[in-house]
């Protein structure tokens, strides 16, 4: 009987030391120096950018670091001097072990935690989808060169079909993992993608539990979301003014036409540049029809004479603003734009109906919206 209790006691001791490991990194890498230094990040609430939580070095190709433990999950990342990229994890308060590879970080393994789990499973998935469209989009450029356009529009449907079961499956993800941290980076995924609408993501987002939205990839999230939706389609463009190049003051109010194209570019942005020709073409075709456009310009500080020299090269002949802040642009920033070029479609009334669109989809959208 003292020795069920002795060994009692000591099963007590060593479920209680595994539980004190709480937040626990360990890993292997070979092919690395001794003394190599190796960063922990997270998303950092503040700056909602990653920041350097702690540092280890690599010794006989191992290393480990005890965490502080975790209130709650974050996105996490891993990376070497030396070493071009970093490993992708979830901070969870589990002991969790990394494989990496020094050729390919983003290939590397992890283990450990019910998170990380779930989030294998996503980036599997991701992986075989990038695999299926990157060999039919090889298969595409064949038939193309060889004028195939029968096989060329039966490889384009099958790429959608990998796109729309990708969709079927991250719903389902969400939908069986309301509590779980990589419904958040599904979810940032897909409103990076700009494919699904914004009040779609919203609702899912508001699915999800609690905890997760007061997690630091979620408090921003919704951030992003409430920023999106100011500027979804179906909604009222939000008012502006700005500088014109003579220095007066234009209101997207006092542009407005039948339709209204709000266009943001800059004289450095070489797609917007290769755009330009084809927005010109329509501008004639159909400013007299009622077509009006505001080009924003994201030109860097000091430099409105590359801007209006690129408006008289490129044959601009509409309205134009710009502070001259690049992205700090007020204008910008308003809309949230992250990439350049980027265009709103506005019907008469100042509401968004399209965005986005380029070449003959532009000129069939604004034929249509005028017509």
């Not at 969870?92 to 019910?114: C, F, M, P, Q, V």
């Not at 079961?165 to 980076?185: C, E, G, H, T």
Request: charged share 30%; glycine share 6%.
């Amino acid at each position: 009987m003292r020795n069920l209790i002795i060994l009692f006691a000591f099963a007590i001791l060593a479920a209680s030391c595994e539980e004190e490991k709480g937040y626990f990194l360990s890993g292997t890498i070979e092919g690395v120096e001794d003394g190599t230094n190796v960063y922990i990040s997270e998303i950092s609430e503040e700056t909602e950018r990653p920041a350097i939580i702690d540092t280890t070095q690599v010794q006989n190709g191992k290393f480990e670091v005890d965490l502080e433990e975790n209130n709650q999950p974050n996105l996490s990342f891993i990376a070497f001097d030396g070493i071009e990229g970093n490993i992708i994890y979830i901070s969870e308060d589990e002991e969790i072990t990394i494989e990496a590879y020094k050729d390919s970080l983003r290939s590397s393994r992890i283990s450990g935690g019910k998170e990380n789990r779930a989030l294998n499973d996503y980036m599997s998935h991701l992986k075989e989808v990038n695999r299926k469209i990157k060999s039919g989009r090889a298969d595409m450029k064949e038939a193309y060169n060889a004028q195939d356009s029968s096989r060329f529009a039966t490889l384009q449907a099958t790429e959608q079909e990998v796109k729309d079961n990708d969709m079927v499956f991250r719903k389902k993800i969400l939908k069986k993992n309301q509590d779980s941290y990589v419904s958040l980076m599904i979810l940032m995924d897909m409103l990076n993608m700009k494919v699904t609408p914004v009040k779609e993501i919203q609702e899912m987002y508001q699915n999800l539990s609690e905890d997760l939205k007061q997690t630091t990839l979620g408090k921003g999230l919704e951030k992003t979301l409430e920023q999106r939706a100011i500027v979804a389609i179906g909604n009222k463009a939000p008012e502006f003014s700005a500088p014109t190049p003579d220095g007066s003051e234009l209101s997207l109010s006092d542009a407005m036409g039948k339709v209204t194209i709000i266009d943001f570019w800059a004289a450095w942005c070489k797609p917007c540049r290769a755009e330009n020709p084809n927005v010109v073409k329509i501008y004639n075709k159909y400013h007299d029809d009622g077509l009006n456009i505001v080009g924003v310009s994201l030109d860097r500080p000091g430099q409105k004479d590359r801007w209006l020299q690129a408006i008289e090269d490129d044959g601009l002949e509409w309205h134009h603003v710009s502070h001259l802040e690049f992205w700090q642009d007020p204008v910008a920033r308003l809309y949230n734009i992250q990439s350049i070029p980027a265009t709103f479609i506005l019907d008469e009334n100042g509401v968004i109906v399209d965005r986005d669109l380029r070449g003959d989809d532009l000129e069939t959208r604004i034929r249509e919206l005028l017509n």
